[in-house]
C-alpha cells in the first residue's frame, strides 16, 4: 500500500502562483509513476500532467504546458506541482496518484489516490 497526502493548495488570484506537494509513504520501494489529477465542480476528474519514475520524463495537458512544472524527489517520496500564470479555470480539487510499474492517463489507471487540495484562482 502507498499513502499520498497532498498539501498547498489555496486561495489565489490570476496571474499568480501556488505550490502543490504530494508525499508518499507505505510501500515506495517500488518503482512507480504519479500524477496530478483535478476535478473542478460538476466536471470530470481529468488528468493535468505525470511524471515517470525512471529518467523523469513529464507529461502535460496542453491547457496547463509553458505554465505547470511537474516534478519529484525519489529520496523524500515527494512530488510537487508548481503553478504559475493561474487562471480561473484551474479553480479544481487537485489530486496526486500513483500506478504501480506503470504510466497512464486516465483516474481507473492509477492504484493510489490522494484526498485532494483545493486550489481556487479568483478573477
Known amino acids: 500500500q502507498v499513502q499520498l497526502v497532498e498539501s498547498g493548495g489555496g486561495l489565489v488570484q490570476a496571474g499568480g502562483s501556488l505550490r502543490l506537494s504530494c508525499a508518499a509513504s507505505?510501500?515506495?520501494?517500488?518503482?512507480?509513476?504519479m500524477a496530478w489529477f483535478r476535478q473542478a465542480p460538476g466536471k470530470e476528474r481529468e488528468f493535468v500532467c505525470g511524471?515517470?519514475?525512471?529518467?523523469?520524463?513529464?507529461v502535460y495537458k496542453d491547457s496547463v504546458k509553458g505554465r505547470f512544472t511537474i516534478s519529484r524527489d525519489n529520496v523524500k517520496n515527494t512530488m510537487y506541482l508548481q503553478m504559475n500564470s493561474l487562471k480561473p479555470e484551474d479553480t479544481a480539487v487537485y489530486y496526486c496518484?500513483?500506478?504501480?510499474?506503470?504510466?497512464?492517463?486516465?483516474?481507473?489507471?492509477?492504484?493510489?489516490w490522494g484526498q485532494g487540495t483545493q486550489v481556487t484562482v479568483s478573477s
Open positions: 496518484a500513483a500506478i504501480i510499474g506503470g504510466f497512464g492517463y486516465r483516474v481507473s489507471d492509477y492504484d493510489y
Open positions: 507505505g510501500r515506495t520501494s517500488n518503482s512507480y509513476a
Open positions: 511524471i515517470k519514475w525512471s529518467g523523469g520524463s513529464t
